[in-house]
């Protein structure tokens, strides 16, 4: 792991008008992976606006790859259906973190990612420096799905004796 930069922690906020699995409802969770990487958050029960707020951290070695993100229902007795799936970049974050700022107000905005037909944002995503660190909120719209989105808030956390992120 000498190429590792650092670490990503997604809190991986809540789920909205997520699709209903169940008789009534689903049991959603969320798989993150990249890579080799997966990570897991808790299941909600019987809820298509679950309130996670987990956070997951992934190692980065390479903030090109994208991060791809699938919700399921939770199944006692069969495999748990899907219920959409979104991929998101890292890159505008990674960068904004690279600048290695230092005392902005609170609540600067440091970069905009805009939805597009390219990513799964349902809405302008905005890297905002938020009490002495840079962060980035996100809500996903789901694919492969009638309807869905989720909230998440990417953070970095430098590691120490990790390569770190230099400005190239």
């Not at 906020?13 to 008789?23: M, Q, T």
């Not at 994208?66 to 890292?90: E, N, Q």
């Not at 990513?119 to 980035?136: A, T």
């Amino acid at each position: 792991m000498d190429n590792l930069l650092g670490l990503l922690r997604i809190k991986v906020k809540r789920g909205i008008n997520l699709a209903v699995r169940d008789v009534s409802s689903s049991d959603p969770y969320v798989i993150v992976k990249m890579a080799k990487q997966k990570l897991k958050t808790r299941v909600v029960k019987k809820d298509v606006n679950p309130e996670w707020n987990e956070d997951l951290t992934l190692s980065i070695t390479d903030p090109n790859i994208p991060i791809h993100m699938t919700v399921y229902d939770y199944d006692m007795f069969s495999l748990d259906d899907k219920m959409g799936d979104a991929d998101f970049d890292i890159k505008p974050f990674v960068e904004a973190v690279k600048m290695k700022l230092e005392g902005l107000p609170d609540g600067t905005i440091v970069t905009k990612v805009p939805a597009s037909r390219t990513n799964c944002l349902s809405e302008e995503s905005c890297v905002v420096w938020k009490d002495g660190k840079v962060v980035q909120d996100m809500c996903l719209r789901l694919r492969n799905v009638e309807c869905g989105e989720v909230e998440i808030q990417l953070q970095w956390i430098n590691l120490p004796g990790s390569k770190g992120l230099m400005a190239h």
